[in-house]
T-cell receptor, first 107, second 116 residues
Framework: GIQVEQSPPDLILQEGANSTLRCNFSDSVNNLQWFHQNPWGQLINLFYIPSGTKQNGRLSATTVATERYSLLYISSSQTTDSGVYFCAVTGGNKLVFGAGTILRVKS | DTAVSQTPKYLVTQMGNDKSIKCEQNLGHDTMYWYKQDSKKFLKIMFSYNNKELIINETVPNRFSPKSPDKAHLNLHINSLELGDSAVYFC???????????????FGQGTRLTVV
């Protein structure tokens, strides 16, 4: 089945710093989503981005489907950005998740 | 308005008990799912239903039985609970039958199940 790899696995930032999270996938996909799991456990939809670039405030995402990767950019990080960031793609009628990137933003 | 809602949010129970988790979506979606998140935060699909019909059963033990009374509800019943069932269970929904094809999935807030 499709494989989804996220990097880095862990990231510690000082408040105000920028970061880039990466998602590589092993096959062509027609759905890619980024989620943020906050410290309370909620899975928040960030982007639905099977291709192209989208921006939402301090967050933006780019998916290059032909090269099988997606990037999530976080600018001017805040402590509320802490949590786990998941990339998920379609694979065999399922949404397959990567292992996530644990982000800690320190004040 | 909550799009995908699960109850209860927390569930603590003893081994051997039977419990249910309820899920409802008010998005008008055709397809609903159950995902399990283990202690390492890994999320994996368990079941998917489209218009009350089972589409995916991902080699989940028979003790787990999903039930969909209508397309807005997908409940998860677990018999004879075991310690290893402790996890966070997420319900999700998406708009159309071709699961996740060109559609966005929305997740509930999760149910943390602890078996003691």
């Amino acid at each position: 089945g499709i494989q989804v790899e996220q990097s880095p696995p862990d990231l510690i930032l000082q408040e105000g710093a920028n970061s880039t999270l990466r998602c590589n996938f092993s096959d062509s996909v027609n759905n890619l989503q980024w989620f943020h799991q906050n410290p309370w456990g909620q899975l928040i939809n960030l982007f639905y981005i099977p291709s192209g670039t989208k921006q939402n405030g301090r967050l933006s995402a780019t998916t290059v489907a032909t090269e099988r990767y997606s990037l999530l950019y976080i600018s001017s990080s805040q402590t509320t950005d802490s949590g786990v960031y998941f990339c998920a793609v379609t694979g065999g009628n399922k949404l397959v998740f990567g292992a996530g990137t644990i982000l800690r933003v320190k004040s | 308005d909550t799009a995908v809602s699960q109850t209860p949010k927390y569930l603590v129970t003893q081994m051997g008990n039977d419990k249910s988790i309820k899920c409802e979506q008010n998005l008008g979606h055709d397809t609903m799912y159950w995902y399990k998140q283990d202690s390492k935060k890994f999320l994996k699909i368990m079941f998917s239903y489209n218009n009350k019909e089972l589409i995916i059963n991902e080699t989940v033990p028979n003790r787990f039985s999903p039930k969909s009374p209508d397309k807005a509800h997908l409940n998860l019943h677990i018999n004879s609970l075991e310690l290893g069932d402790s996890a966070v269970y997420f319900c999700a929904s998406s708009p159309q039958q071709e699961i996740f094809i060109n559609t966005e999935a929305f997740f509930g807030q999760g149910t943390r199940l602890t078996v003691v």
